[in-house]
């Protein structure tokens, strides 16, 4: 069976639209003007094919399709959120192909066995709210959900993740947990180069890796830039670099899985001619070894808190995100891996870089993903692109991955 590929593109233009960036680039942010013009479309389109819609607590958009049985659902999807100046296929295309499934069963009058729940995760980026795969985590209760309502917006911390719901409206009724799920699929691009340099059409992903969000905040004394002699400064901006340079070096030591980013850094008051007073700046670090994982973030407290004492300055330290490394099931993996091959497509089995909402999901019911190749492996940029015949060729394993699925 194959998806209606012209409904499914245009489908995936109409969302770009919204938020839209440059030539092909999509910036929105969850719980955002643009998040909500999204979610009301997919909530049109969701009534529009006679889904049952609920929204959860933290703004989980469940779309139910009914099967003949009376069980928990075959779930399928992603997040319509993105990052700062991101694409447009990171999340929406697991949420706009799982729509495309709906639509297709639709159009041939299958009834499934089991029914299909369509779900689009609230604020799975995390980039002006921690912690990241935030509406997953809730579905999941992995978490305190007051702690996740309470989550301060990093641009401005008069916003909670629960003010901004009901701005929008999508603080919904449904308590996370209530919504039984058989199994979750969810297609994503894969945002790395591996498929795309192997020529192979199709990832069957069986783990993600595991990661931490840690935010650093340096404090030294600001001062004149021209009158203070060095060895009397209290220099935060230069301690801060001093950390960035241990940090990006721990990562390129010779055969280590540790991947670490600084990616943001702030000085205050930021100015030209005056010695930096504090500097705060985040570190993203992921490894598939939960161990290498572990001793990574003790060694960069470690250095950090002997530099900022060699220095005379103060620390502050946020653990913001943690999650182990999560293996999917084999099962599923090996379905995904079986349908494509039904299809004539190429695929490998293999680990996911990026988080995803399937590692929270994968703690609930049986989970796996389908990867499709990203150009020159770009993602979480404007120039982020999947070809047409890629995400045709994932929305078709999606479909008869989900469909064999609702039989099982
Ligand atoms: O950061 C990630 O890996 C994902 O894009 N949220
Ligand atoms: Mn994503
Ligand atoms: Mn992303």
């Not at 089991?114 to 579905?139: R, W």
């Not at 916003?159 to 799920?181: H, N, P, Q, W």
């Not at 943690?322 to 995904?336: C, M, S, T, Y």
């Amino acid at each position: 069976m194959k998806i209606n590929t012209k409904r499914l593109h245009e489908n995936i233009q109409r969302y770009a639209q919204i938020g839209n960036v440059g030539e092909i680039g999509v910036e929105r942010i969850a719980l955002s003007d643009e998040d909500k013009a999204a979610r009301d479309l997919l909530k049109s389109q969701m009534l529009q094919a006679g889904l049952e819609v609920h929204v959860d607590e933290v703004g989980n958009m469940i779309g139910l399709r009914k099967g003949k049985k009376d069980v928990p659902a075959v779930a399928i999807g992603s997040h319509l959120d993105t990052v700062y100046q991101g694409g447009r296929y990171d999340g929406a295309l697991g949420v706009l192909a799982g729509l495309e499934v709906i639509e297709t069963l639709d159009d041939q009058s299958i009834e499934t066995e089991k029914p299909i729940a369509l779900i689009n995760f609230t604020n799975e980026e995390g980039v002006n709210y921690a912690p990241d795969m935030m509406g997953s985590h809730a579905f999941a209760q992995l978490g305190d959900l007051n702690e996740i309502l309470s989550s301060l917006s990093y641009d401005d911390p008069t916003k909670t993740v629960d003010s901004e719901l009901r701005r929008i409206g999508y603080k919904g009724e449904m308590k996370c947990g209530a919504f039984g799920v058989d199994s979750f699929l969810e297609l994503h691009i894969e945002q790395g180069p591996v498929l795309e340099l192997e020529e192979i059409d199709i990832g069957a992903v069986e783990m993600v890796q595991g990661i931490f969000w840690t935010r650093y905040k340096i404090t030294g004394q600001a001062n004149h830039a021209g009158t203070t002699p060095i060895h009397l400064r209290k220099d935060a901006g230069y301690a801060a670099s001093e950390a960035v340079k241990f940090i990006g070096d721990l990562s390129r030591k010779e055969g280590t899985k540790l991947l670490t980013t600084v990616g943001t850094i702030a000085f205050e008051p930021n100015a030209i001619n005056i010695v930096p007073q504090t500097a705060t700046f985040t570190v993203d670090a992921r490894c598939v070894d939960a161990e290498v994982l572990k001793q990574s973030q003790n060694e960069i407290d470690e250095f950090i808190e002997d530099m900022v004492k060699k220095h005379g300055l103060r620390l502050e330290r946020e653990e913001m995100v943690r999650f182990d490394p999560v293996q999917l099931d084999v099962r599923v993996a090996g379905l995904i891996e079986k349908e494509a091959k039904n299809l004539n497509l190429s695929v490998k089995r293999m680990p996911s870089g990026a988080g995803h909402d399937a590692q929270m999901m994968a703690s609930i019911c049986p989970t796996a993903m389908i990867f499709v190749p990203s150009v020159n492996g770009i993602s979480h940029n404007i120039n982020e692109y999947t070809k047409d015949l890629d995400v045709e060729n994932g929305a078709n394993v999606l479909l008869n991955a989900a469909l064999t699925l609702t039989k099982a």
